[in-house]
């Protein structure tokens, strides 16, 4: 395992930190991602009804498979389109 | 670490021929009865039939005992060293055992080998797992499977290339380069005002690039931009172009082979690409000075990757930079001067120092605006067929200076706001004057630097708010 010697002025904790989560959705690009494991697409239909309902934006994108990464043009996508993604893991 | 036990000790390595040669002389001395530990630093078979051999394949021992040459002999008594040798020499070993007729069939003498411990990378691994490095910055554990490099992008380390990963070792050798403790403070980094030590200097530089020879040049740079009047802080903050641009002057520069000659304020030099990256990564990491954060600028300049030149001092009568600035001779310092990107000047034409110091002063009016006056700080870069000029009239660089002085007094009526169908210029109530200087005392700084052939000079224009309420240029002496 490789270890680093930390070039900062150590502010901040080691491990990295996750994006600040958005104190409201009004106004933001939800997308729902489907990573195509079975039934995922009924957990995310009653999503996207439920957001539609409240007015918010929402978009729908799709891995090909679960069992790899996204691959980078949709990962570009979501990342142009959306502020926030709800990825679907259920099975 | 304690040594074995009383008699002698002999630290030995298979590599070594030496080594090797003396090993019947150690089975000699077993057999006369010597208390004798043998200890080996490669192989733990050798040497083979003697009744004592302890097993340093780790090199902690010989770390402590700070072996550096094999065959190494410690004489020890009550458990300390009091006496070492090393190589073979015949006379020399009897005399140390106290014993007679030792290695009759061997050469009189032969020197030994570096020792393990001691080799390049080896060392400072050792140093770093048995030695006080006196290294105390936090650890950053990676995934396993993760990239080195991709890991400092993706943890926000990077001026937008790749950095070198900054390991314990590479870390451990950038320290050497200077005498410095790693725990000293030598400033406080705006914009978060955080105390910057030398270690967190030597992380920046490895990331950077540079060798551990830079070390000093690098921590004279931090220092200057931690100084209030540099004002680090406006820099970063202000939505105009500029960075910090580094002038080294001084004996370091050749030492450690920086370029003030062709392309010097270009790429291609380790040294000058590095430094001011260096400075540039601490700013970044250390003092929190991120691009869209504080750093406000709205385009910047390239220099802000990297801008670092040494000043061409050796074949010309012109003062450098640092002595104009209070650094006594032949002592090397840094100059750290608010600037932007590199304005060429052209002038292939003029023969007389009065007309191409007329071609200076039209380029230099149009810092920041051909109608601003004492507004920008400049730095003017001459090159050496344009010093050729003046230094063949008999103009040193202060002459220049106050004949540009002249040159760049600004009669006031053109600069008014309106006038040539241009909104901008000078406010009504700084008009009352007949002329204004184009800079302020001491806003306008000369270097030489530069390839042999071109008649092209340059300026790198400097901030709007330079002088007390900005930024004024700071310089450092480099320290050991």
């Known amino acids: 395992m490789t270890i680093l010697i930390d070039p900062t002025a150590e502010q901040k904790p080691a491990v990295r930190e ?6 409201d959705l009004a106004g933001l690009t939800i997308g729902l991602l489907d990573i195509s494991k079975l039934r995922g697409d009924v957990f995310l239909n009653e999503l996207e009804a439920n957001l539609s309902e409240r007015g918010l934006t929402v978009k729908r994108y799709k891995k090909p498979t679960f069992a790899r990464p996204a691959p980078v043009e949709l990962q570009q996508k979501m990342v142009a389109e959306c502020d926030v993604v709800i990825e679907a893991l259920a099975d | 670490m304690n040594y074995p036990s009383d008699g002698f000790v002999a630290v030995v390595k298979r590599d070594c021929p030496t080594c090797s ?22 192989d733990p078979t050798f040497p083979s039939d003697l009744p004592q051999v302890i097993d340093d394949t780790t090199l902690e021992r010989s770390f402590h005992w700070q072996i550096e040459t094999v065959p190494t002999v410690m004489k020890i008594k009550n458990g300390r060293e009091t006496d070492r040798i090393v190589g073979w020499h015949r006379q020399e070993w009897e005399t140390f055992m106290g ?22 990378g080896i060392a400072e691994e050792l140093a770093i797992l048995y030695g006080d490095t006196g290294m105390t ?78 070390m000093p040049v690098v921590l004279a740079a931090v220092e200057a931009a931690c100084e209030d009047p540099f004002n680090m802080h406006g820099i970063l903050a202000t939505t105009y172009h500029v960075g910090p641009v580094v002038v080294v002057n001084g004996p370091v520069t050749e030492r450690i082979n920086m370029n003030s000659g062709i392309n010097a304020l270009g790429q291609g030099n380790r040294a000058n690409a590095t430094i001011g990256r ?12 991120v691009p869209g954060e504080i750093d406000r600028a709205a385009q910047g300049n390239p220099g802000k990757y990297t801008f670092c030149f040494a000043e061409r001092e050796h074949d010309t009568e012109w003062e450098p930079l640092a002595a104009q600035l209070g650094v006594e001779s032949g002592k090397s310092a840094v100059t750290l001067f608010c600037g932007s990107g590199v304005y060429p000047i052209m002038d292939q034409i003029s023969r007389t120092p009065e007309s191409l110091a007329r071609s200076f002063a039209m380029t230099l009016r149009t810092v920041c605006h051909a109608k601003y006056a004492i507004v920008a700080d400049a730095m003017l870069a001459v090159s050496p067929e344009h010093t050729r000029v ?19 007094l600004m009669p006031t009526a053109p600069l008014a706001r309106g006038v040539d169908g241009n909104d901008e210029g000078m406010p009504d109530f700084v008009l009352g004057a007949p002329a204004l200087p ?17 008649m092209f000079s340059s300026v790198i224009a400097g901030w709007p708010a330079s002088g007390a309420t900005g930024s004024v240029p700071v310089t450092r002496e480099v320290r050991s």
């Open chain 2, 21 to 42: 040669m003396v090993v019947p002389v150690l089975r000699d001395l077993v057999n006369r009865q010597v208390s004798l530990i043998t200890v080996t630093q490669d």
């Open chain 2, 137 to 214: 910055a936090r650890h950053v554990r990676l995934g396993e499977f993760e990239d080195d490099i991709e890991a400092c992008f993706a943890r926000g380390w990077s001026d937008g290339l790749p950095v070198v990963p900054p390991t314990a070792v590479r870390v451990y050798r950038m320290l050497q380069g200077t005498t410095r403790r790693p725990d000293e403070i030598i400033g406080v980094m705006p914009p978060n005002l955080a105390p910057v030590n030398v270690e967190k200097v030597a992380v920046n530089a490895v990331m950077a690039g540079c060798k551990p020879e830079y």
């Open chain 1, 18 to 23: 996750r994006l600040p989560r958005p104190r």
């Open chain 2, 278 to 289: 260096a400075l540039q990564l601490v700013v970044r990491n250390v003092g929190g000075g």
């Open chain 2, 438 to 454: 184009k800079f302020r005392p001491g806003g306008l700084l000369i270097v030489r630097v530069g390839g042999n052939a071109g």
């Open chain 2, 99 to 120: 014993q007679s007729d030792l290695g009759q069939e061997l050469i009189p003498m032969k020197p030994g080998c570096g020792a393990k411990n001691v080799e390049p």
């Open chain 2, 390 to 408: 003046f230094e063949q009239a008999g103009w040193s660089k202060q002459r220049l200076l106050q004949e540009l002085e002249q040159l760049l």
